[in-house]
């Protein structure tokens, strides 16, 4: 008998899709973006959320991962912020390659604009329609990545429909039932074995932007989304205003998959890639609280071990976790320069400590390798290509550093 129908799906935005089974995500989504993939890494199916003031780059951070993330499909919600910025997407995204396919990258990306001038019951529908499609790709096996930028215009849409209805307001104004539908909404990502053909696997990553009044996040939408998110890309207006950007303040984000992400690339032959990142990150708290004390007697009052522990750290921030989205080779960095970028730092660091404790003084150390590190910062800026132009410098440190212990002073 031959069946008569159309390919056509009708499916209530505001229900999830059914699927089979829900799996614990694993695989981390590789961004390019250094100070994500290192510090605060997501994993295909997890759930991300960046609070930030205004011009501190969210939507920069939000591009960036639907440019580059290693997904199949990408859902980009524009959800009640300026029309422009989805006019750049337009503009920019056609001429981007999607590296995987050599197709456009307007290929895999699904836009939702509903700007600031848009009705506001389109946009409390626009977030639910974004994740729907999402789960349409999920469910035939693609990995699918949605950013919806911001959640916070998408909650104020629901505050101002929850006021029409003439509802009991709760925190703020915003309806008491704000936290249930943000969980409803970052519940439908995740990784999931889908119905249907056996054992096929499907993930959706959530991404929302949010955007407190002020950047003040106690307020209820950020509280809210903080609950049920794993990761926080905490964006710093400080950070922004001195051009470090992404602006991702290392001290106050998170991600809780960083464990999951350590066992995957320890299996995948990245050994020891979380005693690196633990390294680093100490480094940059113990560059903190050094701070207090500079800013009270100064810098010549750290011990020497200290000074190099500050220039280490300093290395760690404006080398490794600045990053030039409009640079072409420093806007996406693979896993593998990542490793060996910041092996690189860490290296140094040990080096110094070694040297020190031999008897070298730390100034003979600066003076020495004045140019050592200026390659290592220069680095970002090697395309992948040349990789082993990179790795070459772990030994040049070995070789400076004993130069500096058999010369002494000399330059």
């Not at 836009?111 to 349409?136: F, K, W």
Request: aromatic content about 8%; proline content about 4%; glycine content about 8%.
């Amino acid at each position: 008998g031959e069946f008569e129908g159309t390919m056509i799906q009708r499916w209530p935005v505001r229900k999830g899709r059914p699927f089979a089974q829900k799996l614990i995500p694993e695989e981390p989504m590789i961004t390019g973006q250094r100070v994500v993939d290192t510090f605060f890494p997501v994993t295909k199916g997890g759930a991300a959320a960046v609070p930030g003031p205004f011009g501190a780059g969210k939507t920069v951070v939000q591009h960036q991962i639907a440019k580059y993330a290693n997904v199949d499909i990408v859902v980009y919600v524009g959800c009640g912020e300026r029309g422009n910025e989805m006019t750049d997407v337009l503009n920019e995204f056609p001429e981007l390659i999607d590296p995987n396919t050599g197709e456009s990258i307007m290929e895999r990306t699904i836009l939702i604009a509903n700007t600031s001038n848009m009705p506001v019951a389109a946009r409390e529908a626009s977030i639910y329609t974004g994740i729907t499609i999402a789960e349409y790709f999920r469910d035939m096996g693609y990995s699918v990545a949605i950013m919806a930028d911001s959640t916070s215009r998408w909650a104020e849409a629901l505050r101002e429909m929850s006021g029409r209805l003439e509802e009991m307001p709760g925190d703020e104004g915003y309806p008491a039932y704000l936290g249930s539908r943000i969980a409803e909404y970052y519940e439908r990502a995740g990784r999931v074995r889908v119905l249907g053909s056996e054992g096929i696997e499907g993930t959706i990553t959530a991404i929302g932007a949010v955007s407190p009044p002020g950047g003040d996040t106690s307020e209820p939408v950020t509280q809210n989304t903080l609950r049920i998110v794993k990761v926080f890309w905490g964006l710093d207006a400080t950070l922004a205003r001195k051009r470090h950007f992404p602006s991702i303040n290392w001290l106050s984000s998170y991600s809780l998959y960083l464990s999951e992400i350590g066992h995957y690339f320890e299996e995948h032959g990245q050994e020891g890639w979380s005693k690196k990142v633990t390294k680093a990150m100490n480094l940059l708290q113990k560059e903190s609280e050094l701070e207090e004390i500079v800013r009270l007697v100064g810098l010549e009052s750290l011990s020497e071990r200290d000074r190099i522990t500050m220039n280490t750290a300093r290395m760690i921030r404006e080398d490794y976790l600045q990053q030039n989205a409009f640079d072409d080779v420093d806007t996406y960095t693979s896993f593998e320069k990542q490793d060996t970028m910041l092996t690189n730092i860490l290296h140094f660091d040990e080096k110094a400590h070694e040297t020190l404790s031999l008897g070298a003084y730390f100034s003979d150390i600066m003076s020495n390798t004045v140019q050592l590190r200026d390659r290592i910062a220069r680095s970002k800026f090697i395309s992948e290509e040349d990789i082993d132009k990179i790795k070459a410098l772990y030994d040049e440190i070995d070789k400076t550093m004993r130069h500096i212990l058999e010369h002494g002073g000399e330059a």
